[in-house]
């Protein structure tokens, strides 16, 4: 198994740096590897951030989850590490990623991971 990297993702000057608003990007052909079966899982994820100083550059981010196509790795694992790539390259207001994986034995699953988590806006 070969590690994903985050080298090929790029970013680009947000051109509205002092508005807040939100980009919404769908991913609807994820793929990766259940790590017990080795059997494809396929998923949509959809991204939701408010940009800082930064924006992801939409082609790089392809790139990026093409390289989990032959990952054996479960869900959590995917939501969590993919927001934590995303949050150092483009340090964001606020994002949030919604992985629903297709039904595999009569069970869908969705992960949701949140930036900052709803624990740390409450310390602020």
């Not at 993702?9 to 609807?28: A, H, K, Q, S, W």
């Not at 793929?31 to 100083?53: E, M, R």
């Not at 959590?76 to 919604?98: A, F, G, Q, Y």
């Not at 595999?104 to 991971?113: E, S, Y």
Request: glycine share 4%; aromatic share 10%; hydrophobic share 30%.
């Amino acid at each position: 198994m070969s590690q994903v990297s985050t080298q090929i993702l790029e970013t680009f000057d947000n051109p509205f740096p002092e508005r807040d608003y939100c980009i919404e990007i769908v991913c609807p052909e994820f793929t990766s590897l259940c790590p017990k079966t080795g059997q494809p899982d396929f998923g949509v994820l959809t991204f939701t951030y408010c940009p800082d100083a930064r924006c992801i550059e939409l082609k790089s981010l392809k790139m990026y989850l093409q390289q989990f196509r032959d990952q054996g790795i479960f869900y959590e694992n995917i939501t969590n590490s993919i927001v934590e790539d995303l949050v150092k390259k483009i340090e964001p207001r606020h994002l949030k990623c919604e992985a629903a994986f297709s039904a595999r034995g009569g069970i869908t699953t969705k992960v949701t991971v949140q930036y900052p988590s709803p624990d740390e806006k409450k310390e602020d």
